[in-house]
């Protein structure tokens, strides 16, 4: 299938590794361009030149909890490649610990992170973009079900989904698209930690349907389908890239 990808251009962010930098590779293997951003400069520079470097990916040091950083990533994308296609909105997992357990100021940075400069850069991007464009949010598996030890997501990522369907709504007249995506157990950093901090990572793979923990690269794949003209008929939903974990339809 021909996604429709060549040529267009997508700003990512929090992309330097793990899901972000997957779908990253999955856009710019179908002929996409990208603009990655990190609050790593290292980790930046490093995710261009694994991409292919300048010719097809820029680098941009900046934190979504910024309230400039995703205006800032929308002219670049202009600015380097001509054009502004879509957007992968994505940002580190908040502290782990039960809800209970969390402090205010926990509460707080959390919400400025996870929920506040989400929303903020949906919004941003959103009016940036023109006709068919899309902007997919990483959310996860705890927007329908809570996990053990992330009070913090349980809490602020159902919120940040219902607000991603409703600016979906206001936006889809004018052709734009706004998505969730649900990871579950994927191999990336933030995984391994979990699954460390569980003591028993053949126990983790066993309450899988699947048997197995994902790959990044399968969730980048469904990711790009997603942002891609391919998907242009979906729009307000949230999809799950878990093995099956999730008990809910």
Known sequence: MDLGLAGRVYVLT????????????ALVADGA?????SRDEKNVEAAVE?????SVAAGVVADLAGPAAARVLADTA?????RFDGALISVGGPALGTAASMTDDQWRTAFETVFLGSVRAARVFASA??????????????VKSPSPGLGLSNGLRPGLA????????EYAPRGVRIVGLLPGRILTDRNRELIKSSGDAAAVADSIP???LGEPAEFGRV?????SPAASYVTGVTVAVDGGVLRTL
């Open 14 to 25: 929090g992309a330097s590794r793990g899901l972000g930098f997957a779908t990253a590779e």
């Open 33 to 37: 361009r990208v603009v990655l951003s």
């Open 50 to 54: 694994r991409l292919g470097g300048g």
């Open 78 to 82: 202009v600015e380097q490649f001509g």
């Open 129 to 142: 973009l023109p006709e068919s464009g899309a902007i997919g949010l990483v959310l996860s598996t705890t």
């Open 162 to 169: 219902m607000a991603a369907k409703d600016m979906a709504d």
């Open 210 to 212: 699947m048997r197995r």
């Open 223 to 227: 990711a790009a389908f997603l942002l």
